[in-house]
T-cell receptor, first 116, second 112 residues
Framework: GAVVSQHPSWVICKSGTSVKIECRSL??????MFWYRQFPKKSLMLMAT?????????EQGVEKDKFLINHASLTLSTLTVTSAHPEDSSFYIC????????????FGPGTRLTVL | GENVEQHPSTLSVQEGDSAVIKCTYS??????FPWYKQELGKRPQLIID?????GEKKDQRIAVTLNKTAKHFSLHITETQPEDSAVYFC???????????FGSGTKLNVKP
């Protein structure tokens, strides 16, 4: 099946700094990617839809100036957590829909962000 | 937007017994319903899925049923094994925007 990678797999940063997370589709093109965050023992919450060549669309309640999304190419979407604070600490997962028309969604391995 | 509710939040069964997890959704535009298994710190793994034009699907010990009228779908695991222990999530895909919305998760514990 298709492979989605994320980098870094984990990151620790100081409060007030910005952190960039990359999501790549390795062997297929993705005009759309999705970003989720997951708190410990909680569900995946859809944050935004990343669209190649256009602005991301954000779910209600998600601050677009806080979570900057850039879909620079057909294989790369980035999520930047700006001015991170401890409450931003979470597991961030991206996904991309498959291209075979079979509804599948391929998930990245996730990025664990810890803000001190 | 879509609201997916999942029950129970935790489920403990004896090895060999069956486990059932139920979900409801709110948006009639949702047309695809996958189930995922997630181990701690890992990505969700698709275990079975069902489209809105199908009422039931089975894959060995795992089955999913869908009642489109009532907007609910269920995961059935038979002959449970300790390695089935994990967190399970249901999801619903909005057919208009291709977005996936997840249930709150069920922690399944299979006791040997």
């Amino acid at each position: 099946g298709a492979v989605v990678s994320q980098h870094p797999s984990w990151v620790i940063c100081k409060s007030g700094t910005s952190v960039k997370i990359e999501c790549r589709s390795l062997d297929f093109q993705a005009t759309t990617m999705f970003w989720y965050r997951q708190f410990p023992k909680k569900s995946l919450m859809l944050m935004a839809t990343s669209n190649e060549g256009s602005k991301a669309t954000y779910e209600q309640g998600v601050e677009k100036d806080k979570f900057l999304i850039n879909h620079a190419s057909l294989t790369l979407s980035t999520l930047t957590v700006t001015s991170a604070h401890p409450e931003d600490s979470s597991f961030y997962i991206c996904s991309a829909p498959g291209t075979t028309g079979h509804n599948e969604q391929f998930f990245g391995p996730g990025t664990r962000l810890t803000v001190l | 937007g879509e609201n997916v509710e999942q029950h129970p939040s935790t489920l403990s069964v004896q090895e060999g017994d069956s486990a059932v997890i139920k979900c409801t959704y709110s948006d009639s535009a949702s047309n695809y319903f996958p189930w995922y298994k997630q181990e701690l710190g890992k990505r969700p793994q698709l275990i079975i899925d069902i489209r809105s034009n199908v009422g039931e699907k089975k894959d060995q010990r795992i089955a999913v049923t869908l009642n489109k009228t009532a907007k609910h779908f269920s995961l059935h695991i038979t002959e449970t094994q300790p390695e089935d222990s994990a967190v399970y999530f249901c999801a619903a895909r909005n057919g208009n925007f291709n977005k996936f919305y997840f249930g709150s998760g069920t922690k399944l514990n299979v006791k040997p």
